[in-house]
């Protein structure tokens, strides 16, 4: 249940906002240009949560450096497209229009305002690209620049880093002639960092350059609520488990990530399992929990930023084993098949769309058949020119890798049916001799080949043919969930009634999406969650100070 006001504030500041990814920070830079004392609350030891450990990339429609790339772009175009995607699954159709007016804006701001810069990735596109309403020319999506993690002094070090990304762009990570490994080198020596931790670095620069106060290790637990319902406050807890009692004369934000870390609200409100979150431990609701005990309406439940996940179970982080992108789903010669080792989807769809298809019901078995497990299958010729998970081209296959000399070896031993797998390979291969894949048209979709111009039968249809022969598992995994409390065009939270929560905001994964199941290409998260903290903290920054 909420708190009530306690007779003695423990500290009191303008407004609290709980979480430090990219909507939490923007929330607090605003806020802070205001003129509201503004303090943050980081539930783990390190700053950033999981836009430090992504790709960094906001989707943001008509952006300035969109422009200075010379890719033109429209507000009707954006709002077609997205409106194409979301096949009418928004909760609020006027939030996206929001989005896109304020989005390009928040982008102005934080250039001008901030160290933060981006510049249009060259060489890379939209993921939907192929379809009659999507960008053809650039992309939305901005790479951070490299930024000097030093300039952030003793907090170098406690800005979240990903284990996998090196510190390069998007553009040079995936740049045609390989990776500049003299630039890799100086790059880690001086401390410049990329991605995830070059846009958190820079706002957290930002942040602290306007005297934000952070606080690690102090998770947010419960709102403070005055007698009218209206939220003044919340209740932290200290790294030893003390309870700090936290007056907020202007508001409360919740910016604290999604709910994929807790099975019981998985099992609660997703249409299916997620069973190797890929953000960092601890996006455990929090923020989501909190604002239901104050009675929020809540939006988008049902949906998450799903990805299908491979996992090396000797690569770990935080005490976890480190779920990873995998890779060669959307290469020739690999497949994905179920237990009866048949397919069931179009392996090289993007990842938030492929996993859908996993929630698929017989209702004549009453089974969910593409539910799990399942098996990416490949032979070696896939083996020879791919990275897949951590497993190099010309590497031994490790032990978490099964391998048969046949494809009924290979069956049994991670337990399909083998007459299903060799009658599925088998009609795979037919169609690979004839450039087409009838069944689930790969070759035709942008994002299979995003770097090489899009799907075709070349680059994605290839014979499973060379043994030996391999599988790895397919997880269920997520980026993070999209579901949470109902917010307007200001970022308030709704109550059951309609009405508006008092004090009360939420931006990024711990709000609902506002362009509801909707990934619209790199960076479908970042943009949005970021563009509700630029609205948030202008509107809670400006609102006049209560009695608490």
């Known amino acids: 249940m909420p708190a009530k006001r306690p007779e003695q504030w423990d500290k009191e500041v303008d407004v609290?906002?709980?979480?430090?990814?990219?909507?939490?920070?923007?929330?607090?830079?605003?806020?802070?240009?205001?003129?509201?004392?503004?303090?943050?609350?980081?539930?783990?030891?390190?700053?950033?949560?999981?836009?430090a450990f992504s790709g960094g990339i906001p989707w943001i429609p008509m952006n300035r450096y969109m422009?200075?790339?010379?890719?033109?772009?429209?507000?009707?175009?954006?709002?077609?497209?997205?409106?194409?995607?979301?096949?009418?699954?928004?909760?609020?159709?006027?939030?996206?229009?929001?989005?896109?007016?304020?989005?390009?804006?928040?982008?102005?701001?934080?250039?001008?305002?901030?160290?933060?810069?981006?510049?249009?990735?060259?060489?890379?596109?939209?993921?939907?690209?192929?379809?009659?309403?999507?960008?053809?020319?650039?992309?939305?999506?901005?790479?951070?620049?490299?930024?000097?993690?030093?300039?952030?002094?003793?907090?170098?070090?406690?800005?979240?880093q990903?284990?996998?990304?090196?510190?390069?762009?998007?553009?040079?990570?995936?740049?045609v002639g390989g990776i500049d490994f003299a630039k890799l080198g100086e790059r880690m020596e001086n401390n410049i960092v990329t991605m995830g931790r070059s846009l958190i670095g820079a706002l957290l620069k930002a942040a602290l350059d306007r005297d934000v106060e952070i606080k690690i290790n102090t998770p947010g637990k419960e709102l403070v609520l005055d007698d009218e319902g209206n939220v003044i406050g919340i209740v932290a807890e200290n790294k030893d488990g003390e309870k700090i009692f936290i007056g907020a004369r202007k508001g409360v934000v919740l910016a604290s990530g999604g709910f994929e870390w807790n099975q019981e609200?998985?099992?609660?409100?997703?249409?299916?399992?997620?069973?190797?979150?890929?953000?960092?431990?601890?996006?455990?609701?929090?923020?989501?929990?909190?604002?239901?005990?104050?009675?929020?309406?809540?939006?988008?439940?049902s949906e998450a930023w799903f990805?299908?996940?491979?996992?090396?179970?000797?690569?770990?982080?935080?005490d976890h084993v480190m779920n990873q992108t995998g890779g060669g789903r959307s290469?020739?010669?690999?497949?994905?098949?179920?237990?009866?080792?048949?397919?069931?989807?179009?392996?090289?769809?993007?990842?938030?769309?492929?996993?859908?298809?996993?929630?698929?019901?017989?209702?004549?078995?009453l089974e969910y058949p593409n539910e799990g497990p399942v098996w990416m299958v490949f032979d070696q010729q896939l083996k020879d020119s791919t990275m897949i998970v951590t497993m190099m081209p010309g590497e031994d296959a490790p032990d978490w890798v099964d391998q048969a000399e046949t494809l009924s070896e290979l069956a049994e031993k991670i337990g399909v049916d083998a007459d299903g797998l060799e009658a599925t390979v088998a009609r795979w291969n037919e169609h690979c001799e004839k450039g087409e894949d009838p069944d689930f048209h790969r070759g035709t979709t942008h994002f299979e080949n995003i770097l090489g111009g899009g799907g075709n039968a070349e680059a994605n249809l290839g014979k499973?043919?060379?043994?030996?022969?391999?599988?790895?598992?397919?997880?269920?995994?997520?980026?993070?969930?999209?579901?949470?409390?109902?917010i307007n065009e200001k970022g308030e939270v709704m109550s059951l009634r309609g009405n508006v929560i008092n004090g009360l905001y939420a931006a990024g994964n711990a709000a609902m999406s506002i362009l509801g199941p909707v990934y619209p290409s790199a960076g479908g998260t970042i943009g949005p969650g970021m563009t509700m903290g630029y609205i948030i903290g202008k509107e809670v920054g400006t609102k006049d100070s209560r009695e608490i």
């Open 265 to 301: 609200l998985i099992k609660t409100f997703l249409k299916g399992p997620i069973t190797h979150p890929m953000s960092p431990p601890g996006n455990e609701g929090d923020g989501l929990i909190m604002a239901m005990e104050a009675g929020a309406a809540l939006g988008n439940m």
């Open 67 to 160: 422009k200075e790339a010379g890719v033109e772009d429209s507000r009707d175009a954006a709002i077609t497209f997205i409106k194409r995607l979301s096949l009418g699954r928004e909760p609020d159709p006027k939030l996206i229009e929001v989005f896109v007016d304020n989005g390009h804006v928040m982008v102005d701001y934080l250039h001008e305002n901030t160290p933060l810069r981006f510049v249009m990735p060259e060489g890379y596109s939209e993921y939907y690209a192929h379809l009659p309403e999507a960008l053809h020319k650039g992309t939305r999506s901005m790479d951070p620049v490299p930024f000097d993690l030093n300039t952030v002094g003793e907090w170098a070090p406690l800005v979240r």
């Open 464 to 486: 499973i043919e060379k043994g030996p022969f391999y599988a790895v598992q397919v997880f269920a995994g997520a980026l993070g969930t999209s579901g949470g409390p109902r």
């Open 16 to 51: 609290v906002v709980v979480g430090t990814g990219g909507a939490a920070f923007v929330s607090a830079i605003l806020a802070a240009d205001q003129g509201a004392k503004v303090l943050m609350l980081e539930k783990t030891h390190q700053v950033g949560g999981t836009t």
């Open 307 to 318: 990805y299908p996940t491979m996992v090396d179970p000797t690569f770990e982080y935080e």
């Open 331 to 365: 290469g020739p010669n690999s497949i994905i098949v179920n237990k009866y080792g048949k397919r069931f989807v179009h392996e090289g769809t993007t990842y938030n769309d492929m996993p859908r298809a996993t929630f698929d019901f017989d209702p004549v078995k």
């Open 162 to 175: 990903n284990p996998v990304f090196p510190p390069l762009t998007l553009a040079e990570g995936g740049a």
